[in-house]
């Protein structure tokens, strides 16, 4: 089974903190995503991967920055955490296969910023 | 862009019954695939079920089936004999062919399946 893997379930964090959410795959995926998931709004995509050290941005990148140095691992980076980017995270990855891939989540952080 | 509507937040069934989901999408493309993702409460989001555009016949997985009219651009999700299990949230998805990148999601249906 494929195995998506976020580091944290739940986190509480300051506001001006530097927050680090980390996610790592052990199935050999190309691709990797972060989401953030409001109610109302569904899923968003902030960033995504398509291979080590590259990425491009999603829909709502303000505020945020990855970091993938190895294939398995996706870093989302909140570089100064405000109140309104308290939400649902969601990490997924998928095989490099075209539009039919399915895409595989991790469990989600929920971040709470004060 | 394409966007996926989702127009019920929210809707219940009764256990043993069969509910449908709504969902349209605006495209100009013609190949593309479409998806159905269950997040249960506090566990992980999961595939439940994936269209083809290209693909006349409606999918079907178990007691999960599609009815796919891609001429309205309509995507709804059937779920028949409804079972406790079966509460979550239901999201529908999008992605052209050819593109691995950004699945558009729905702002999703919660659904409540009554003993």
């Known amino acids: 089974d494929v195995k998506v893997t976020q580091s944290s379930r739940y986190l509480v964090k300051r506001t001006g903190e530097k927050v680090f959410l980390e996610c790592v795959q052990d199935?050999?995926?190309?691709?990797m995503f972060w989401y953030r998931q409001d109610p109302g709004l569904g899923l968003r995509l902030i960033y995504f991967?398509?291979?080590?050290?590259?990425?491009e941005k999603g829909d709502i990148p303000e505020g945020y920055s990855v970091s993938r140095e190895k294939k398995e691992r996706f870093s989302l980076i909140l570089e100064s955490a405000s109140t309104n980017q308290t939400s649902m995270y969601l990490c997924?990855?998928?095989?490099?296969?075209?539009?039919?891939?399915?895409?595989?989540f991790g469990q989600g952080t929920r971040l709470t910023v004060v | 862009a394409q966007t996926v509507t989702q127009s019920q937040p929210e809707m219940s069934v009764q256990e043993a019954e069969t509910v449908t989901l709504s969902c349209t999408y605006d495209t100009s493309e013609n190949n593309y695939y479409l998806f159905w993702y269950k997040q249960p409460p506090s566990r992980q989001m999961i595939l439940v079920i994936r269209q083809e555009a290209y693909k006349q016949q409606n999918a079907t997985e178990n007691r999960f089936s599609v009815n796919f009219q891609k001429a309205a651009k309509s995507f709804s999700l059937k779920i028949s004999d409804s079972q406790l299990g079966d509460t979550a949230m239901y999201f529908c998805a999008f992605i052209h062919s050819g593109s691995a990148r950004q699945l558009t999601f729905g702002s999703g249906t919660q659904l409540t399946v009554l003993p």
């Open positions: 199935m050999d995926h190309e691709n």
């Open positions: 997924a990855s998928s095989v490099n296969r075209g539009g039919s891939t399915e895409a595989f």
């Open positions: 991967s398509y291979d080590v050290k590259m990425k």
